[in-house]
């Protein structure tokens, strides 16, 4: 979890993360911070992020992206 | 009363409120922005006469609407009216015709045959469309005329016909609103249908007029004489009787007359026309005087020959007498 | 059957009355006949492209399906014997395959659409250069003519197709339903494109009527048409004639008619798209918003998110995120770091997929060279804001301007519209040539007199029209604005009092009426009398 929001607050320090939902709906985050974003988690966490991942489900909030690295981690 | 029908009941007195609201307004801006024309008021003020009063029609071009005139013709007894417009085409004088017959029932329908000849432009044409269509309440006559119409040229649309406003409604900026009052069609034609010309335009007879050169007789336009066809089997079927009249004209020959001759006979019907030398010498016209241009009687010859007429119809026709 | 015709009308009311008879089993039928109904009067008939599409669409959709479940099942009886690099291979191998099927049905499907739209230009092309040669070859050319909605529908089902693919979707094993989602009329004119979990459940459910909701629908038809009919068709005017005759209308006048384009195009297109929403609102079902006041837009990839929207999505999720987390564009990504420092070398993976996604949907919009020149507009744009977007805040704050106020705010707004219309003259000039003498010539015989006198009059507008269209636009700016700010117009309207709400509907359907642009010119001489 602190490693993933050290990541995030890195790359965008104006966006609020904490208890936001709606990071990408409400347009917070933009298809460039994921891409950026997607090749940092996959370099930490030895992940592979395919496009068919990047769905507003998993990247509106911080616990969202959390699940999703898990969910991965374990495949 | 349930909920739900009180509330449907409540929509539904919306919707009736909203309509009539919608319809006045509508009216309202139809009548600012409609073309006025005294050609279409003829048209509709037929309307206005009592039903079933008159004993003859005349259908046709710009010549009968300037040429006959239905008061002077009173003088004789009888009623008639003129319902023409001007480059009226026969398959709008037909449905005109079918939709006349709803309100009277003539003995006779006098009809105008020289544009049997012509192969009509629907196209080009549509401002002398209207000088009929707008005079005509909506009917199922009106729509089968539009029909012709919107098949020959596909720019023209059956609503326009309908509802004038959706063709007029670019006049909005001729028209000052709040300022005029809106003009609706008139109720009635104190001249029965006539609109005559006052100016006069001198005219000459053209050499070897009416005499047979022995010129080709000119060919029958193939739809024109389909709808002349039809206007005289419906007069058949209403027992109506049929006269093809021609009025005076410069550009008229005895090539043209003989074509419309034998078709008279072919259908059965009779023909008359008012450039024949017997005839013109009864008629007395004076060219310098009588016409408006080489085509139209002018308001002074338009009696000449309607007080002729009116004579002529009474003797050859049991005209009903009143 | 334009969207603005009395036949449409005629016809979505009878596709009302009859889905909402149907009874509720068998309303997602009703509304498929409908499609193909409309398809048949609207576009001609030629079904063929269609049909073909759907098939192949349906097709792989359940070759993936059978292959998907087939993978799932042998791999769950193995899975507790793999190590993670063995399940990695797995993975990668059920990759290959399902590509296989998946390439075949897009290539199939976009070698459709490439070769109806495209063929003739490539053709001709390749003409040209034989005939530049003195080669005395030709290809054969043909132009065909394009079926209604291809553009479209071709997206909207690839979109469904990867989405199955992805084992995002489970496909829909029904043929006909397949079919009723890859032809909703409201669809088939202008888009918007949809997804397959967003619309097709609509679709197959049973709408109830709901007059609340058809209300709100024939609003935003009538605000559409509005659009339409008293914004663009009149603005068309004045494009036409400064687009028409560019050596007379040079200066200032190419950049009103670039401006006046650009109102021409949002009226005409979003108009187009709001009647198509507000139909499909009154039979119960949402389509996506293709268009969010994009002249308000701060920048251009700001623009490129409230213009043709569910374009830019479907580009963003099935082509820019596919290419940008691709490995080769990570691999690209890191030795970028290392030759053009971090900066450059993070934004690297995205530059080139953006620079792909704009320049195609450039080319999207049609098959000439004037295309191609405005997608390599568009992404020369982007990928320079992507790059100096940094470097110029840097700059800002160095200077001490302030960007959180409103006045930063509007020149934002001013110049991201003044590059929007400097690409719409691309795409409006006849040819490449003329929009760079036109451009040429509005800096060379700037002259902003025209402006007044009677500089604007010499389009074949008169003053009446001028007006109607500039207070138009006013309206149309103020219902931006309103919306721009949480407004919601229809609601709000719904809450006023009857007499007020009758106002509005009376006004506005008296101004299509009066002001719309529709029917034959009225030209009083045509009337004159013509004796014969």
């Known amino acids: ?75 | 009363m349930k909920e739900k029908t009180i509330n449907f009941l409540k929509i539904a007195v919306r919707w009736v409120l909203f309509f009539a609201i919608f319809a006045m307004i509508f009216t309202y801006c139809s009548d600012m922005v409609r073309r006025q024309d005294d050609e279409v008021d003829a048209i509709y003020g037929f309307y206005g006469e009592e039903e079933n009063t008159i004993d003859a029609l005349f259908m046709g071009s710009s010549p009968y609407l300037r040429g006959i005139s239905p008061n002077t013709m009173e003088a004789n007894g009888f009623t008639s009216y003129v319902r023409a417009s001007a480059l009226q085409p026969p398959s709008v004088t037909y449905h005109l015709l079918a939709e006349s017959l709803e309100y009277q029932s003539p003995e006779l329908v006098v009809l105008f045959p020289d544009n049997i000849f012509t192969e009509y432009d629907y196209v080009e044409r549509e401002g002398d469309l209207r000088r009929a269509l707008d005079g005509m309440k909506i009917s199922s006559h009106k729509i089968k005329a539009v029909s012709v119409i919107t098949e020959a040229d596909e720019r023209q649309s059956m609503l326009s016909y309908l509802f004038p406003l959706f063709r007029y409604h670019d006049r909005w900026k001729e028209v000052e609103w709040g300022v005029t009052e809106p003009e609706p069609l008139p109720v009635i034609s104190e001249t029965d249908g006539n609109v005559p010309l006052p100016d006069t335009a001198p005219q000459e007879y053209p050499e070897n007029f009416m005499e047979d050169m022995g010129e080709a007789l000119p060919e029958l336009d193939a739809e024109s004489a389909y709808y002349f066809a039809k206007i005289i089997d419906l007069c058949a079927e209403n027992d109506i009787e049929v006269l093809l009249l021609h009025l005076p004209k410069m550009s008229w020959s005895y090539a043209q007359s003989e074509a419309i001759a034998n078709f008279a006979e072919e259908m059965g019907i009779d023909y008359l026309d008012m450039d024949v030398e017997e005839i013109r010498n009864q008629l007395n016209l004076d060219p310098q005087v009588d016409y408006y241009d080489q085509g139209h009687m002018n308001t002074t010859g338009s009696i000449k020959i309607s007080e002729w007429l009116g004579e002529y119809l009474t003797s050859a026709y049991q005209l009903h007498e009143k | 059957m334009s969207f603005t015709s009395v036949e449409f009308i005629i016809f979505l009311i009878l596709v009302m009355m009859v889905y909402f008879l149907t009874p509720k089993r068998y309303r997602w039928v009703a509304l498929f006949v409908a499609n193909y109904v409309f398809y048949y009067f609207a576009g001609g008939g030629y079904f063929l492209y269609l049909i073909l599409t759907t098939l192949s669409i349906y097709g792989a959709t359940m070759v993936l399906d059978q292959m998907i479940g087939q993978n799932k099942r042998a791999f769950a009886q193995v899975k507790d014997e793999l190590d993670r690099e063995q399940k990695k291979l797995w993975k990668a191998n059920f990759t290959k395959k399902k590509k296989k099927v998946l390439l075949a049905a897009v290539l199939f499907n976009f070698g459709i659409l490439a070769v109806l739209k495209y063929s003739g230009f490539v053709g001709s092309n390749i003409n040209a250069v034989f005939s530049g040669l003195s080669l005395g070859i030709s290809v054969p050319t043909y132009d065909f003519l394009l079926p209604l909605g291809i553009s479209f529908y071709t997206f909207q089902s690839i979109g469904y197709l990867i989405d199955v693919y992805r084992e995002k979707q489970v496909p829909e094993r029904n043929l006909a339903k397949v079919a009723l989602f890859l032809s909703f009329f409201p669809q088939m004119v202008q888009g918007p494109i949809s997804r397959f979990s967003q619309l097709a459940e609509q679709l197959y459910r049973p709408n109830a009527f709901s007059y609340d909701r058809a209300k709100f629908g024939v609003q935003l038809m009538v605000w559409g048409a509005f659009k339409k009919l008293v914004i663009a068709d009149r603005a068309r005017v004045i494009v036409d004639a400064i687009f028409g005759f560019p050596e007379t209308f040079t200066g200032t006048y190419v950049a009103v008619g670039a401006l006046v384009y650009c109102v021409q195009l949002y009226g005409d297109f979003s108009g187009g798209i709001d009647i198509a929403t507000g139909a499909a609102q009154i039979l119960g079902i949402d389509l996506e918003k293709n268009f969010e006041r994009p002249y308000l837009a701060t920048s251009i990839p700001d623009f490129w998110r409230r213009w043709h929207i569910t374009l830019g999505a479907w580009f963003r999720d099935y082509v820019f995120y596919p290419l940008s987390l691709s490995k080769f564009s990570t691999k690209m990504g890191k030795k970028a770091r290392k030759v053009f420092g971090n900066y450059v070398g993070k934004l690297f993976p995205v530059l080139i997929p953006q620079f792909i996604i704009f320049f195609l949907i450039g080319v999207w919009h049609g098959a000439e060279w004037k295309y191609i020149a405005f997608g390599f507009y568009n992404g020369t744009l982007i990928v320079l804001g992507i790059l100096l977007e940094q470097p110029l805040s840097q700059l800002a704050d160095k200077l001490g301007i302030k960007r959180q106020c409103f006045s930063w705010h509007l020149w934002q707004i001013l110049r991201t519209l003044a590059l929007v219309a400097v690409g719409k003259i691309i795409t409006r000039a006849a040819g490449i040539g003329q929009s760079v003498s036109m451009l040429k010539s509005m800096v060379e015989s700037w002259d902003t007199s025209i402006l007044f006198g009677d500089g604007l009059l010499q389009f074949g507008l008169d003053v009446q029209d001028m007006w109607v269209l500039t207070i138009a636009i006013l309206v149309l700016l103020a219902v931006s604005i309103m919306q721009e700010t949480g407004i919601s117009i229809r609601t709000t309207l719904a809450k006023q009092n009857i007499l007020f709400r009758w106002v509005i509907y009376l006004i506005a359907i008296f101004t299509l009426f009066i002001f719309g642009v529709y029917g034959l010119e009225y030209d009083a001489s045509d009337f004159i009398y013509r004796g014969f």
Do not use: H, K, W, Y
């Open chain 1, 1 to 75: 979890m602190d490693e993933l929001m050290a990541i995030l607050t890195e790359l965008r320090p104006d966006v609020e993360f904490e208890g936001n939902t709606e990071l990408i709906d409400a347009g917070e985050l933009d298809s460039f911070d994921i891409v950026s974003l997607v090749g940092e988690l996959c370099d930490t966490f030895d992940i592979e992020i395919g496009a068919e991942e990047i769905v507003p489900e998993n990247f509106n909030s911080v616990e969202a992206m959390l699940a999703l690295v898990e969910r991965l981690q374990e495949d």
